[in-house]
Structure formats: structure tokens, C-alpha cells
């Protein structure tokens, strides 16, 4: 059977060396797409490079924990910090979402505003996800579902790994296995496309090249998507999530002559959610 692999990176518009990264990684590497934050610092820039690389496939990485909104704070009190920034606790801010009515109609119109400036910058939706994989939350997926309609998504993500021999993961796997059932089903109800499987969630910040070899070797019939954090180091004194090293790490991955070949020679179909069938 057919190994379809997507090639994504995420972050795009989060700093400067991530845009140079993700660019570098496309145009002398084997990227296929980007998932763009509407909020962050270097989304405009990001966005002049995007159009600059029509062959790249952007979409729309949904930010509402850890990063920066669109709208005003003052509009989405309930959402943000004193700083205008989202809640970096995960927990805390996925009980917030399901439980006050407030919240949610501020999340609802947060949603669509990151909707709407994505439709602003001209560029063609290829895909959704969201950040820290908060859409497997379902108050927060079913809002991306509902104002998605309305802007063309045809395509999401699901973060579904094949479980691996680590304890850790075997545990989370269990612990996640009825959040991503009913992702799935629900992307089918909605009759979007989406990858089967994903790398990425349990190697992030180690997905080196000798990674990216080892999942090529073991990667399953059907659709994949390998997703990574590529950063260049030319700007030191960007705040990014992981050491620049790490960051590093993963752009010399995607540039590697070795994966390059791999791809080309191992029967490997290289694809994008947006020519999902």
C-alpha cells in the first residue's frame, strides 16, 4: 500500500528564526507546509514569505493557550492575562473553556477573528490545527468546526501517534485514545480530510535527522504527517520554546541530503492536506 507523508512545520510567524527556518527548510529541504500563527510577533513577515513561496502550503495553526490573541485584550478579558497574553496552563484554561459561558463566547469570537485575518492575508487554506493540540478539546473543536464552514477549511489535523514501546507513551496513548476517537469522528461527520497518523508529538525537540530516518523506516501504509519546530540560529535573542541547538537540530533535518534521498528512493508519496482525496 501507499506511504503518503506530509512534511509540516509549526510556529510559523512565532519569531524571525522560525520564518528563516521554515523557508530555508522549503526551498532546500523537503518541507511541504506551515501552519501560521495570526497573533505573534513575526506573522507579517511570515506572511510576506509565504507569498513569495506559492509551493508552500500554509494553514492555519489556531493559537488560545500559550501565545498571543488578535483581538484586543480588552475585548477577551476572560482569555488573557494582565499582559494580554493566553494561559499557559493547559488545564486550567481547557476547564475554563468547557465550564464558563462567558469564556466561550470570547473563545467563539477569538476563533473566528484568527479565522478571518488568516482569509485577510489572500493566502489559500491548506490545512487547521491548533496549538498544543488544544482542538482535541471539544468545546474548542467544535468551534473551529462551525467557523471553519464559513472559511473554506477543508482539512485538520489529527494527532494520533502509533503507539511506541516507551511506558510514558503507552500510558498517554490510553489516557488520549477517546479524545482522538472522537476527533476523528467528528472530522468525518464534518466530511474534512485529515492524516491517519503523526510523528512528532512524543520526539519534539529531539526530531534530529537520525529521528526523521527512523520514522521514514517505520512509517505505515496510508497518510502521515511528520511535523516539526525548525529555527535558525541567527537571532539570539529570540524567545523560543526549545534551545536554539534543538531548534537547530530539526531545520538540518528537513535540509538533509539523507532524508532527501530516502524520500526520493523509499516509494514515498510527499503530499499536502490539501491534496487529500
Not at 98 to 118: G, K, M, T
Not at 138 to 154: Q, S
Request: hydrophobic share 45%; aromatic share 8%.
Amino acid at each position: 500500500m501507499k506511504r503518503q507523508v506530509i512534511i509540516t512545520a509549526d510556529d510559523f510567524g512565532l519569531a524571525l528564526a522560525v520564518n528563516e527556518a521554515i523557508e530555508v527548510a522549503h526551498c532546500e529541504g523537503v518541507l511541504t507546509g506551515a501552519s501560521l500563527m495570526m497573533g505573534e510577533a513575526a506573522t507579517e513577515d511570515a506572511i510576506i514569505r509565504a507569498k513569495r513561496l506559492p509551493s508552500l502550503r500554509v494553514g492555519l495553526h489556531i493559537v488560545v493557550v500559550d501565545g498571543r490573541p488578535v483581538l484586543p485584550p480588552e475585548r477577551i478579558p476572560g482569555l488573557v492575562n494582565a499582559d494580554g497574553w493566553f494561559d499557559d496552563r493547559l488545564l486550567r484554561a481547557g476547564l475554563r473553556f468547557f465550564w464558563s459561558p462567558l469564556v466561550r463566547r470570547q473563545l467563539y469570537a477569538e476563533i473566528r477573528a484568527q479565522f478571518e485575518a488568516f482569509r485577510a492575508t489572500g493566502l489559500r487554506l491548506d490545512h487547521v490545527n491548533a496549538h498544543k493540540h488544544m482542538h482535541l478539546h471539544p468545546t474548542i473543536l467544535g468551534m473551529i468546526l462551525r467557523v471553519g464552514r464559513d472559511y473554506g477549511m477543508g482539512a485538520m489535523r489529527l494527532p494520533y501517534e502509533p503507539c511506541s514501546k516507551a511506558p510514558g507513551h503507552r500510558i498517554e496513548s490510553v489516557i488520549m485514545a477517546p479524545w482522538v476517537a472522537l476527533l476523528r469522528w467528528r472530522l468525518r461527520h464534518a466530511g474534512l480530510r485529515f492524516n491517519e497518523f503523526v510523528f512528532g508529538l512524543t520526539t519534539s525537540g529531539s526530531m534530529t535527522e537520525e529521528m526523521f530516518l527512523h520514522i521514514l523506516h517505520r512509517l505505515p501504509s496510508g497518510v502521515s504527517e511528520i511535523y516539526f519546530h525548525p529555527a535558525t540560529q541567527n537571532h539570539p535573542d529570540t524567545k523560543l520554546p526549545m534551545a536554539a541547538t534543538r531548534h537547530g537540530a530539526e531545520l538540518n533535518a528537513l535540509i538533509s541530503p539523507k532524508v532527501r534521498a530516502m524520500l526520493e528512493g523509499g516509494g514515498f508519496i510527499r503530499t499536502a492536506f490539501g491534496d487529500l482525496i
